[in-house]
DNA sequence: CTGATTTCAGGTAAACTGAGATTG
DNA sequence: CCAATCTCAGTTCACCTGAAATCA
């Protein structure tokens, strides 16, 4: 038996709520870490750096995006030299896209700057435990971004 | 001292792209809980709900939106009759805006429907432990959303 | 020929900025 | 007269859909 308190849609609609929020006032506070990158930017290239090369196609799958619109997002990554393109030796329509160096660098140094207004945010409103909260809930996040449904068998 | 692994810069970026993410998907999935409202919507008449009616320009600071961007949002509310927009008897300026019966309806339908997309995900990825970390999360978000830095005192 | 990938063109939705009008 | 609120108009940004062109 479930916990009475616990709600599997009260806690969807508070976590919607709650990204509508925080995402309103990242706007607001210029948002993106320091660099020009937009959060779908930054994310794409987290998982290039993670995954290795990938077909446009494959990212936006990843991503959840239309291949056109990733398109748009690698298009902005590439003119600032973060990420390149080249042909796959084995499927000659696929594009690979790939981290460079320098998109290895940006993300690294991102990841270790103070200056993000959600860094001091989180720094100023959790104590360690919260802390933690957060760290965990990021991940179950991108988890839920995942699911799948089982399909129905008979 | 902090522990080792909790850097607040981390726990920001993990947060962000799991934020652009869930968000993507939640666009893919059609997202807005069965209702035509948007998730800027619902957060907003939640907010009437809880506080009372408010003046455009209080409902836009306490979302973090400008005050013309909340008022297409109340527009679009007031066009399905969840909101009511009158005149604040002490100053003529403003003008109230207050959550109807209909957006207390909606709202509380939307709080029961099982039929939601994240709502099903959250049931289907989450443990019991798991889907406490999430709804405190949700907590935690909207206060991160709220931060206010201590103004520096010589 | 079918299907997957990339590209090109145009469109939409949700926010924004800027410039009045009204009231305190 | 100055500031706050609301309204009107135009703009931007990050996505989208649809339709080619290329290749397996």
Redesign the pocket.
Known sequence: MTAPDLDPTRTAVALSTAL?RLR?RL??EGGTFETGM?I?QLSALQRLIDHGPM????LAASE??????M???VAALGKEGLVSRGP?PT?????LVAATDRGRAVVERVLTSREAWLTRAVEAVTDEREHRVLLEAAVLMKRLAEYAPEPDRG
């Not at 077909?55 to 494959?58: P, V």
């Not at 959840?64 to 619109?69: F, K, M």
Request: proline share 4%; net charge positive; no cysteine.
């Open positions: 509508a309103s706007r607001q937009t779908t077909s446009g196609a494959a959840h995006l239309r291949p056109q619109s398109w748009e997002v796959d499927d000659g329509r696929k594009l």
